[in-house]
């Protein structure tokens, strides 16, 4: 080989090795890129771009780059199949988020897009639909429901845990036995990551003994009768009693609430994974607690979401009208 061959097998060499460190690179760019989503805001944008994309496709219209005309349209027609506002600016958020990840201009800045999207808030309103508290007494009946099996030990400790917590349904999943700490007053639970702590710096939550509705003695119930002692809290566990080694999801927990909830004759619709948070607060404000400790264990960031729930609870306390109705 020459030596004008050899450098130039050198230089092709190179520059493959570097190709592929970029590659590598680029890789962990990306990686890193993504963890600046949390993880059920990827997952919802994916599905959204899913469907916008399968919209597109059936009308023979671009989805990648989208025409603002194109993304209008799109709105208009999931509104009209049902779809909230809320759900709406999901899709519009994808559709951005999508964009902006291949460098394209965002058609979802558009005049046309911001003016479709007020014209449907307006339309159809943009009030959530207020699902019901499961408040302690609520709680009560519920779980009066339950049985001695591998199941209902496993339903009552989640449930109480989750009221007891105020957590969302997808830290109760997210929960490892590593995450509890047993007390002389309760149980010390550590979340490690939540909606409002994205970076992961973590919090505990106290979980009282409690004389009434004992969270805390059904966490330890459900733990020695399943013979848990690292991984996830709470999994699936089949009729036969048999208990996986896999995480229990979050659609699985607001399906075991509304199913005790109809078992108690309340309306299954009504109640969901977040009626346990819901429920803690009603039933602490029902009993006079202080808003900056409630707030100690729902994590809430802004108080009037707090504020919400205390005036539902206290709306006919002090009624103005007591006096003469």
Known sequence: MDDFSAESGFELTVANTTSRAVALIDDDVREVARASKAK?????????WTAFQAWCADRGVASLPAEPETVSAYLVARMKEGLKASSLAVAVAAIRHTHKAAGLPTPTEHEAVSMVMKGIRRTIGTAPVQKQPATAERVSAMLAHSTHTMQGKRDRALILLGM?????????????VSDLAFTEKGLDVTIRRSKTDQEGQ?????????ESLRPVAAVRSWLDAAGIAEGPLFRPVNKGGAISCERLTGWAVAKIIKGYAGRAG????????????????????ERGADLNRIMD???HVDPRTVRKYIRRAERYRDHAGVGFL
């Not at 973590?202 to 409690?210: H, L, M, N």
């Open 40 to 48: 059920n805001t990827l997952l919802a944008y994916r599905a959204n």
């Open 164 to 176: 007891a917590g105020a957590f969302r349904r997808s830290e109760l999943v997210a929960l490892d």
């Open 202 to 210: 973590g919090y505990t939550v106290a979980i009282p003994t409690g």
């Open 297 to 299: 264990q729902t994590r």
């Open 266 to 285: 309340l309306d299954a619709e009504e109640f969901s994974g977040h009626s346990l948070r819901a429920g803690f607060v009603t039933s602490a404000a």
